[in-house]
């Protein structure tokens, strides 16, 4: 018997979390779900659809694809503060190998 | 990790606030995380810590504060010292890709005795004018060998079967010695052959000229002959006749054996080490299909995912490891490449085809018609008919025209795994690599799609393993440190 295919909406507070975040989370799952992301009012909203998965993996993969959505918000805390630092380091790594010229 | 030094400001009294310096993390378990900053240092912390870190509550009495210091997650605000210190590791890192590769291969021949299923390129013919290559490409492959600014060369000599055209392959030594007593350089030779044609005459020509032997073993020998027909059904014992006779003439170090993983070899991780270890070797390469050529054709490659490799990885892992702790030295390469990024500031200087994790820009392939590609899967994806990855050819193209062709520079720019989608915000990135010729062969798009890549799924078994390894049995971890440091 075919099973149905299962969609699941979430709607984040985007006060919260950030477009780039969700995009990445959102990619780094396109092996498990296909997702459409779009932007409504004050949130972002994730359609995830399933394949043939069960729902218990169903529940798993959601629950997986929360923690990701704030790891990668924090992910992104991280970059905005160490980014000027980053440009800087690999800035004075590629001048000393002459390799900016 | 090995400490090496703490800087001077380490000593300094901490005023309190600190400024992040880049770092990226990845979850481990439920309630940690690690994190790896630009040059591949790395640090576990508590989910908690991490939040407090980030939101700069943490204080410097804190046990975990001084190891964030200490390995560069951290710094005092204006910190002059920490960056310079990163920078200069960095920079370190970044100039495996300045220092063009010291690989050379030449494909002496396509012609082989043997047929094994996944091989790419092998012809069983007799027709030496169409697949063997001509002293004229030679000569012309040699003067692009010594353009390269690397002061060490390395020429392998590969086919098919190198030794049915070993004529060319004196031909080449001879000639490359001969200019080298002019340019100077750190010359060496390997020959990669099967060892069954192998003739005293051969041997000898070798001995004088230091020439290594790389060989292939692949396991038992049921096994072995599986995965590599000949005539005769004969390839184990020729090969054990071979390796006998070479290590006589030439010395027990001057030959190395590599293993190709097939269907059939997964299950028997153990029995293909103990193989390697009856004979008198003391590493190993659990090397993966590469999904080139023959490889995709005969269906081998899909014949196995990244999953039942990882399972044959850790098996045969997990027994070289005991293997060690009873007094048994051996070391598996894949894995030396990579805990060498992750407990040294050295990266391996140059990648060559012992580092799959490497760049795609392994080597310069001189193939048996001229053809020049970057890597030795390059020429094997030609093979099937795709020429993305060619750089030109020794006869219409110069050193220019292929060292800054499009196909070079392209793939050069696209192999800094930092900036593809995924492994920009992935943690094992420093300690990881990019094989664009991989993903452009199995996904048709250069930085690939990593979450649905075999590549980035066997990476990310592979490091979790080893760091997993190193918590749980620090035995295990100073084995690896003296693998890393040999
Ligand atoms: S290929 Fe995978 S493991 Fe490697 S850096 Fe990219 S995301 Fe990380």
Redesign the interface.
Known sequence: MMKKIKMIRLELDRSIYSDEAVQKAAYRFIDRFAAIVSRADNSIVVEITFGTESSNQREHVVADFKKELLDQNLRLRIKTETEAVRNLILAYAFSKSGLQE | MTEKFLPVQDYLPDSGTY???????E?VGADEVILTN?TGEFLYLKREK??SL?SHRLAPSDADYRALRARHFIRQPNDRAT??L???K??TR??RL?NFTNLHLFVVTLRCDHACHYCQVSRQSEDRQSFDMSEETADRALDLVFRSPNPAIKIEFQGGEPLLNFPLVRYVVEKAEQRNRVERRDLQFVVATTLSMVTDEILEFCRVHGIHISTSLDGPEDLHNRNRPRPGRDSHRKFTDGLKKARDVLGYDAVSAVMTTSPASLPRAREIVDEYIEHGFDSIFLRPLSPYGFAIKTKSYQAYDAGSWLEFYRAGMDYIIDLNKRGVRFVEHYSSVILKKMLTNDDPMFVDLMSPCGAGISAVVFNYDGDVYASDESRMLNEMGDATFKLGNVHSDSYRDIFASDALLSVLEDSFASSA??CS?CAFEPWCGADPVFHHATQGDILG?K??SEFCKRMMGMIRYLLDVMRADPQAKSIFMTWVNS
């Open positions: 400024e992040l310096l880049p770092f990226k993390f979850p630009l991490l939040d980030v960056l310079d990163l920078a200069l960095t920079r970044l100039s300045a989608p995924m915000d799609r979450p649905e």
